[in-house]
């Protein structure tokens, strides 16, 4: 089955100043990649996801980037701020069709720590 | 903004007993999921659920471990004989259909706190 690995497990960032979260799958029919953040104690909240046929997507200051043949994908945060500390979880899931719906494997998580 | 809701949000019980945790997906949602939490360790998928019956389970979910439907809005997770190892957080999440591009978000509810002592 698929095994995702995500890396740092924690991260302190200076407020300002840019995060990245890097995931490693090992499944080639992986092809969905979302993000999630879980602030302590609350469920976890999609914040960008990306599919397969696409290298790079941008959200205002999230950015997630897929390099399928390496089978690796990143988060990038940049100008950070307070309210980005939370834990994120990276996941990957074989859509395999439009109508199929496949669990989410996800990774160990990131601590994220933004210092004021 | 739909929710996906859970109930209780904590539940402590006696080693040995069965306990049911409570979702309510959000309502036009087909694809419905258990996923638990450890304290302090990832998310791991339980069960997903469509159609009426089970899509996929994982190798944490056995015999112990049962889901249902009961009517068009309640979906339930039951554990027939909780272990100390069962304690963790319990989330339910749902899904709509994908429908081309529009690939399907799983929506999570905020969790179930169970603690087997």
């Known amino acids: 089955g698929e095994n995702v690995e995500q890396h740092p497990s924690t991260l302190s960032v200076q407020e300002g100043d840019s995060a990245v979260i890097k995931c490693t799958y090992s499944?080639?029919?992986?092809?969905?990649f979302p993000w999630y953040k879980q602030e302590l104690g609350k469920r976890p909240q999609l914040i960008i996801d990306?599919?397969?046929?696409?290298g790079e997507k941008k959200d205002q200051r999230i950015a997630v980037t897929l390099n399928k043949t390496a089978k690796h994908f990143s988060l990038h945060i940049t100008e950070t701020q307070p309210e980005d500390s939370a834990v994120y979880f990276c996941?990957?899931?074989?859509?395999?069709?439009?109508?199929?719906?496949?669990?989410?494997?996800f990774g160990t998580g990131t601590r994220l720590t933004i210092i004021p | 903004e739909p929710e996906v809701t859970q109930t209780p949000s904590h539940q402590v019980t006696q080693m040995g007993q069965e306990v049911i945790l409570r979702c309510v997906p959000i309502?036009?949602?087909?694809?419905f999921y258990w996923y638990r939490q450890i304290l302090g360790q990832k998310v791991e998928f339980l069960v997903s659920?469509?159609?009426?019956?089970?899509?996929?389970k994982s190798e944490i979910f056995d015999d112990q471990f049962s889901v249902e439907r009961p009517d068009g809005s309640n979906f339930t997770l039951k554990i027939r004989s909780t272990k100390l190892e069962d304690s963790a957080m319990y989330f339910c999440?749902?899904?709509?259909?994908?429908?081309?591009?529009?690939?399907?978000?799983?929506?999570f509810g905020p969790g179930t706190r169970l603690t087997v002592l």
């Open positions: 990306i599919r397969s046929n696409v």
């Open positions: 499944d080639s029919a992986s092809n969905y």
């Open positions: 659920f469509y159609n009426n019956e089970i899509s996929e």
């Open positions: 996941a990957a899931s074989p859509l395999i069709s439009n109508f199929g719906n496949e669990k989410l494997t």
């Open positions: 999440a749902s899904s709509a259909r994908a429908d081309g591009y529009n690939y399907n978000e799983q929506f």
């Open positions: 309502s036009n949602h087909l694809y």
